[in-house]
């Protein structure tokens, strides 16, 4: 059986059209997280609110890899 850090690093080898295929193709098979019923914008416009006001409480690009060991 293939572990899935193997299957990343297979996956992490497709060309970026076929990653995102992937991707999207995994997404459409989980169940949906968020049931509101404005699909989330409210909690979306709410955490946009809180970064403008501490930019701070934020992540760069790079720190959100580096929390994710990539």
Do not use: N
Not at 24 to 44: C, R
Not at 55 to 63: Q, R
Request: no cysteine.
């Amino acid at each position: 059986m293939v572990t899935l850090h193997e299957l990343e690093l297979q996956a992490m080898q497709l060309p970026d059209h076929l990653r995102a295929k992937l991707a999207a193709h995994l997404l459409d098979s989980l169940p949906l997280i968020l049931d509101d019923e404005d699909g989330g914008i409210a909690e979306a416009m709410r955490r946009d609110e809180e970064l403008d006001s501490d930019l701070e409480a934020g992540l760069s690009l790079d720190e959100f890899r580096k929390s994710f060991g990539r």
